[in-house]
């Protein structure tokens, strides 16, 4: 038998804007290499490279991947949290509903982000799309390397504490196939919903700025 809560987890997986598979971190270092990265002029990018630069910039790495929904954001972000060992935090996880990309940026530099010698206490809530209620506080190790990914990720807030800053690009038609294909009919109905969100966060923070690196997933 299938308990409510099950039937809840599931729907609330349905339910987010970008449920996806999340990658193992125990996936090979060939599958790492395979991700096709090219940077705004289309050159190749090694992700070896991005990595490279990611553990140069402190002892302890902290990524921000931020772009459209689309973008490629979770594909990257997962290879590089692999390929560091580090802890990954998908804002998927975070929004609070279909308006709450905001919400999830906010926490994302006050909770996620949040430092320890002032009395915070890094982590995060999850949010339980199945009931629309916030859910179980993760708490973050402060001592390991982290990544942080999904719009909204990278702000005004957030760079401050972050060591490297990617932004992701994306053609308007390939990122909206790209993210229907993945998450299908949910996310049709609240493509457009989204996307003035993407909008309004863009246009408040500008997110490509910010980002020491822009890149486009091939």
Do not use: N
Request: glycine letters at 10%.
């Amino acid at each position: 038998m299938v308990s409510d809560g099950a039937v809840a987890r599931a729907a609330g997986r349905a339910g987010r804007p970008g449920q996806r598979q999340r990658q193992s971190h125990a996936a090979s270092g060939a599958e790492v290499r395979r991700v096709p990265v090219v940077d705004v002029e289309g050159s190749p990018v090694l992700l070896e490279t991005i990595v490279r630069r990611a553990r140069s910039t402190a002892a302890r790495p902290v990524v921000l991947v931020d772009g459209r929904s689309g973008s490629g954001k979770t594909t990257l972000a997962a290879a590089i949290a692999i390929a560091l060992s580090a802890q990954l935090v998908h804002l998927d996880d975070i929004y609070p509903g279909w308006d709450g990309l905001r919400a999830a940026a906010d926490a994302v530099a006050a909770d996620v982000l949040a430092d320890p010698d002032g009395s915070g206490r890094p982590g995060w809530r999850r949010w339980d799309w199945g009931r629309s209620l916030p859910a179980e506080w993760h708490a973050i190790d402060v001592h390991a390397p982290l990544v942080v990914e999904g719009c909204g990720a990278l702000s005004r807030a957030s760079t401050p504490s972050a060591t490297l800053r990617i932004w992701l690009e994306g053609d308007d038609e390939v990122r909206k196939r790209r993210a229907l294909d993945r998450d299908g009919e949910t996310f049709a109905r609240e493509w457009d919903r989204w996307a003035l969100q993407e909008d309004a966060f863009i246009a408040a923070e500008d997110p490509s700025a910010l980002a020491d690196v822009v890149l486009r997933l091939g």
